[in-house]
């Protein structure tokens, strides 16, 4: 099987080496330029660009795929198959229309669920208890396409967007191979989507951010989850923003922002109560809630809300 994988970032590389380790000819590999990262603004490679360079594979990294240009290369790399993984530009419909077993996208959620750009954390805030894959032919539409296979895991209760993020692109790696097998001996079948049974993704905003401690702890929690690593939950406690990275539903009432106590740090919501395990004052680095704590001089619960 000859295949042109599609991908840009870390999600995407164990579809890619997968591809690879079980002897695919991934005869090139399309990705998004290189962008300029950290305080120095240093021109970074996406993760996929890295991994198709230690495997010797050729990289294509247009601006745009609709002059024709990245069809003309298409055209001459003549694969059966594109493999599409987070690569994060609309393929015009002749690239779509030219593989012998078409293009194939992998997408982080168990469709017709959750299209869309971030599958991943908008599972964890609706407090989800399961997701998955889905493999599907891809068409002109937004995540629209027929299915082909799916795989699916449990969301732990504790489990943020970053972990499952993780999890996910390892399950996606094996699906993909099973997809192409499939493809070879000619036992792929489509299932269409149930439109009415659809939802959407909406990309992830710093406006998502602020912690409504009036909503109730399970809530609160998922919250934070989902927005796990970016673009983080925060408040502000007494007066100074905060980010909280993780959280524990916990028992404890109280009016709604109100710390409970301090060791643990235990916050009151609208229903419940979180205990706080990580958290990030403004212009520091992540820290564990005691040491936290340990920062605050002997403060009392009394003295402490969050808003």
């Not at 702890?217 to 007494?238: F, K």
């Not at 539903?249 to 229903?271: D, H």
Request: charged content about 25%; hydrophobic content about 35%; glycine content about 8%.
């Amino acid at each position: 099987m000859r295949a042109v994988f599609m991908g840009t970032p870390d999600f995407a590389v164990p579809c890619l080496q997968s591809m690879i380790n079980d002897g695919t000819e991934v005869v090139g590999v399309f990705t998004q330029p290189d962008k300029p990262k950290g305080r120095g603004y240093t021109l970074t490679p996406p993760p996929v660009k890295v991994c198709a360079a230690e495997n010797g594979i050729e990289v294509y990294q247009p601006t745009t795929l609709k002059d024709g240009e990245a069809f003309r290369i298409i055209s001459q790399l003549a694969p059966d198959m594109i493999i599409v993984v987070a690569y994060g530009k609309i393929l015009p419909k002749e690239i779509l229309d030219y593989p012998k077993y078409g293009c194939i996208n992998v997408h982080a959620s168990l469709l017709p669920e959750y299209r869309g750009a971030a599958p991943i954390q908008q599972a964890v805030l609706d407090g989800k208890e399961k997701t998955g894959v889905t493999a599907m032919y891809m068409d002109i539409g937004l995540d629209t396409g027929d299915m082909l296979m799916k795989a699916e895991l449990e969301i732990g209760e504790n489990e943020t967007a970053d972990e499952l993020h993780d999890r996910l692109s390892a399950l996606g790696a094996e699906l993909i191979i099973k997809v192409i097998h499939s493809a070879e001996n000619g036992s792929l079948r489509r299932e269409k989507q149930d439109d009415s049974r659809s939802s959407y993704a909406k990309m992830l905003t710093k406006e998502m951010s602020k912690i409504d401690f009036s909503k109730s702890a399970q809530e609160i929690h998922n919250q934070v989850r989902g927005l796990n690593s970016w673009p983080s939950a925060s408040a502000v406690l007494n007066g100074k923003r905060v980010k909280i990275h993780r959280t524990l539903i916990t028992e404890g009432k109280g009016e709604s922002g109100q710390v409970l106590s301090i060791n643990p740090l235990v916050v009151a919501c609208g229903e419940g109560a979180l205990e706080i395990i990580e958290i990030q004052p403004e212009g520091k680095k992540k820290m564990n809630a005691q040491a936290f704590v340990n920062g605050l001089h002997g403060a009392k619960p009394s003295e402490l809300k969050f808003s």
